[in-house]
């Protein structure tokens, strides 16, 4: 029995650091999203224009999207595609 035990036991560390690193990718991930929704501010800017999107980049598997503000042309890039909710 003890040996089976020492024999799990590596596994479930690995198996712990796993799934806590998956926690925390997306804990990370919707910590991520709450800031740029709260940055995105429902495409409305800073000086009340709104952001239009203007180019998409793809690097190596990432998105980025870059919107510009129709009244200061402030640029807003986020890893998240927004849609205008009207
Ligand atoms: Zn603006």
Redo the contacts with the bound molecule.
Sequence with gaps: MKKILTALKVPFIVALFIASSILIAVWGADQDRQTEDRLWNNGV???K?HYQLFDIERTRGDEYYYYK?D??N?IFKTTHYFKYEN
């Design positions: 800017c800073s000086c224009g503000c009244k200061c402030g």
